[in-house]
């Protein structure tokens, strides 16, 4: 696995344990406010975050064809620099589309009446969910990356910079 793509798992790792710190912070807090019921999301709530996190996940699978194929006028040496750098670019527009859930859960827990920390909880799932899947760079989104940037005929070696095999 090359520097640039541990450095980048190292960040998506901090990035995905964020959540986790807000969601402990969000506990002590409802947990005063709603002392009575924390765990018991409305249904309704609880029904529109599962829609979204389903909405989200094709939006998340279509993003996939919207990177741009590596140019045959690349070199060899700038194609892997390119490829890396637009794996990167749709990476962090996924994990933003999917954080979205995560953060509108947040919001959420604190307008609803009951069941705030639920709905925290519910959304936190959803959205970690769709990040590990989506954002976190394992074999699935790097050969579907890399299969869109070498569609044009120019390797970009994205792959090997995480050590995957094809």
Request: charged content about 15%; proline content about 5%; hydrophobic content about 50%.
């Amino acid at each position: 696995m090359s520097q640039q793509a541990k450095a980048f798992r190292t960040l998506i790792y901090t990035l995905l344990a964020g959540p986790v710190l807000i969601g402990a912070a969000v506990y002590s807090v409802l947990n005063r406010s709603t002392a009575k019921t924390p765990f018991n999301p409305p249904l309704a709530v609880v029904a529109a975050q599962v829609v979204v996190a389903v909405v989200l996940h094709f939006v998340c699978e279509a993003s996939y064809r919207r990177v741009q194929p590596l140019g045959l006028d690349l070199s060899e040496q700038d194609a892997p620099r390119q490829a890396f750098a637009r794996f990167m670019a749709s990476v962090v527009m996924r994990f933003a589309l999917c954080e979205g859930l995560i953060i509108v859960s947040l919001v959420a827990a604190f307008v609803v009446s009951s069941g705030g920390y639920g709905v925290y909880l519910v959304g936190f799932v959803l959205g970690e969910a769709l990040l590990l899947i989506h954002a976190y760079p394992w074999r699935r989104p790097v050969l579907k990356t890399q299969a869109r940037l070498d569609a044009d005929g120019r390797r970009g070696a994205l792959a090997e910079a995480f050590g995957i095999s094809e």
